[in-house]
Nanobody, 124 residues
Framework: QVQLVESGGGLVQAGGSLRLSCAAS????????MGWFRQAPGAEREFVAA????????YHADSVKGRFTISRDNAKNTVYLQMNSLKPADEAAYYC?????????????????WGQGTQVTVSS
């Protein structure tokens, strides 16, 4: 049974940093592309960042480029999202997801496994 479990969310002041983790079980992370998405109340789930299966290629949404960084440790079966210079607009539930689509897909329907999410709250 595949499980993705996010952690690391919480309350942070604007300008602060958080590192989210996504621990995978039931799958070998090295064979899957991984993505981070976020969803604010009343909004659609939106793409944040993705890492290809081998970790060579990464892609970040324009809204987070230069502030967020996706990385992965396949030996630990864990993917990370380092978030710096957080803004109130970044406040959302953050989800990690796994895809067997090549590259760094940015659409939700490309991802087959999803975590339950972790909340990030940014105070101004």
């Amino acid at each position: 049974q595949v499980q993705l479990v996010e952690s690391g969310g919480g309350l942070v002041q604007a300008g602060g940093s958080l590192r989210l983790s996504c621990a995978a079980s039931g799958l070998a992370l090295g064979y899957f592309g991984m993505g981070w998405f976020r969803q604010a109340p009343g909004a659609e789930r939106e793409f944040v960042a993705a890492s290809s299966a081998g970790g060579v290629d990464t892609y970040h949404a324009d809204s987070v480029k230069g502030r967020f960084t996706i990385s992965r440790d396949n030996a630990k079966n864990t993917v990370y999202l380092q978030m710096n210079s957080l803004k109130p607009a970044d406040e959302a539930a953050y989800y990690c997801a796994a895809t067997n689509t090549r590259g760094t897909p940015t659409t939700t329907y490309a991802y087959v496994f999803w975590g339950q999410g972790t909340q990030v709250t940014v105070s101004s």
